[in-house]
């Protein structure tokens, strides 16, 4: 949602619903108190998302107001809010079903837009679970931090390259596939790393820079399906995309120290325990990367 005011009454809310993500039709935006909206909304329906123009009257200041989701309790994805007030700076308020209501701060921060997508990125790789059980395949495969940064880096540059261009709307594939074969990479790391054997190295131990480069491209359709879902605020894009993309790269630095951490911690407790282990856990990630194909495919 934007909520951007024009005159000292006036605002106008521009509210861009995906026709996915568990929204109904009774979703509907809570204005802050003393506003209204006024005269026939305007409605638009293109790329997967229903657009709403509507000019809103508010008779008091906003600062300290709520703004909020009526209905986001059943969606699955979460709702940024950007709010821009005449000679302050933007907010950009985050909505979740959790927090359906956020209160409309009186002196915002300018850096608030990149903090948000910043925080967004994170979580959206920490909860993401199919590009998480990626990276921890990818770490449990290689060995040698070198070879796990090189790839882990090719990975990166992938998914950053694909998640700018499906944004900016340069490339673009259809969303349920690009989620199969998400997690069909996932199955092939997991089955990577019960076959291979000491002395033998397979193709994602020899290449692993390549196989993690071009499963990156994938991973970039799906980062930027799920930033469609949540929004991009029209005026602030370069730094959302920037931002984003940075937090989706943190997230992934943790996951990857605290996956190696674990493994240091296994081997130091009981070396004897390591392979047995790591062999349950690739069995874990393999069947539930298979349910995963299967659900997305079929469903």
């Given at each position: 949602m934007e909520f951007t005011q024009q005159s000292a009454t006036q605002w106008m809310l521009v509210w861009k619903l995906p026709m996915q993500g568990g929204f109904t039709p009774s979703t509907a935006p809570l204005l802050p108190k003393g506003c209204a909206l006024t005269g026939e909304p305007q409605r638009d329906i293109a790329n997967a998302a229903v657009t709403t123009r509507s000019a809103v009257v508010c008779k008091g200041e906003v600062a300290g107001q709520f703004i909020g989701l009526d209905g986001i309790e059943t969606a699955q994805s979460d709702v940024l809010v950007r709010v821009a007030p005449l000679g302050r700076p933007v907010q950009a308020l985050r909505l979740t079903p959790a927090e359906p209501q956020v209160s409309i701060q009186e002196k915002a921060s300018g850096w608030q837009v990149a903090w948000?997508?910043?925080?967004?990125?994170?979580?959206?790789?920490?909860?993401?679970?199919?590009?998480?059980?990626?990276?921890?395949?990818?770490?449990?495969?290689?060995?040698?931090?070198?070879?796990?940064?090189?790839?882990?880096?090719?990975?990166?540059?992938?998914?950053?390259?694909?998640?700018?261009?499906?944004?900016?709307?340069?490339?673009?594939?259809?969303?349920?596939?690009?989620?199969?074969?998400?997690?069909?990479?996932?199955?092939?790391?997991?089955?990577?790393?019960?076959?291979?054997?000491?002395?033998?190295?397979?193709?994602?131990?020899?290449?692993?820079?390549?196989?993690?480069?071009?499963?990156?491209?994938?991973?970039?359709?799906?980062?930027?399906?799920?930033?469609?879902?949540?929004?991009?605020?029209?005026?602030?894009?370069?730094?959302?995309?920037?931002?984003?993309?940075?937090?989706?790269?943190?997230?992934?630095?943790?996951?990857v120290a605290l996956t190696l951490l674990l493994l240091a911690t296994l081997r130091r407790v009981s070396d004897a325990l390591l392979l047995p282990v790591v062999k349950l856990a690739t069995y874990a990630i393999g069947i539930t990367a298979s349910y995963w194909f299967i659900e997305r495919t079929f469903s």
């Open positions: 948000t997508y910043f925080v967004t990125g994170i979580d959206h790789i920490l909860f993401g679970y199919d590009h998480l059980l990626f990276v921890v395949s990818l770490v449990l495969l290689l060995s040698g931090f070198w070879t796990i940064a090189k790839a882990v880096t090719a990975f990166t540059v992938a998914h950053s390259l694909t998640l700018v261009g499906t944004t900016l709307g340069l490339i673009g594939l259809p969303q349920q596939p690009v989620e199969s074969v998400i997690a069909l990479s996932i199955l092939f790391l997991a089955v990577e790393i019960i076959k291979r054997k000491p002395g033998e190295a397979r193709l994602s131990e020899r290449v692993p820079w390549v196989v993690a480069f071009g499963f990156g491209l994938l991973h970039g359709f799906g980062f930027a399906g799920a930033l469609k879902e949540i929004g991009l605020p029209e005026q602030d894009i370069s730094v959302a995309l920037l931002t984003f993309n940075l937090g989706v790269e943190v997230g992934q630095i943790m996951i």
